[in-house]
Nanobody, 114 residues
Framework: VQLQASGGGLVQAGGSMRLSCVVS????????MGWFRQAPGKEREFVSA????????HLADSVKDRFTISRDNAKNTVYLQMNSLKPEDTAVYYC????????WGQGTQVTVSS
């Protein structure tokens, strides 16, 4: 399976950004999906996850009430809507398919300026 994340960039604190991840090479609707991030000098950390149907989601405490995960199974795409961004959200963001634990893709850089 291939994971292509996009939508990152530079934004000021308090701003919003929407990440997308297109999944190819597999049966997307069968995969629980997640977003992870890795800041410079830090380990990769969990951000959010969504079930195969989209009916169940989970967010890390650090992003609750600010981030929303969603998916469109017809487009093989998972999204991460990020609002009220903070400088500490700066990281490379990766999407991840639970069925393929070793596949991460190239990620997309998100930089939040203060």
């Amino acid at each position: 399976v291939q994971l292509q994340a996009s939508g990152g960039g530079l934004v000021q604190a308090g701003g919003s950004m929407r990440l997308s991840c297109v999944v190819s090479g597999g049966t997307f609707r069968n995969y629980a999906m997640g977003w992870f991030r890795q800041a410079p000098g830090k380990e990769r950390e969990f951000v959010s996850a969504i079930s195969t149907s989209g009916g169940s989601t989970h967010l890390a405490d650090s992003v609750k009430d600010r981030f929303t995960i969603s998916r469109d199974n017809a487009k093989n795409t998972v999204y991460l809507q990020m609002n009220s961004l903070k400088p500490e959200d700066t990281a490379v963001y990766y999407c991840h398919a639970e069925a393929y634990p070793d596949s991460w893709g190239q990620g997309t850089q998100v930089t939040v300026s203060s």
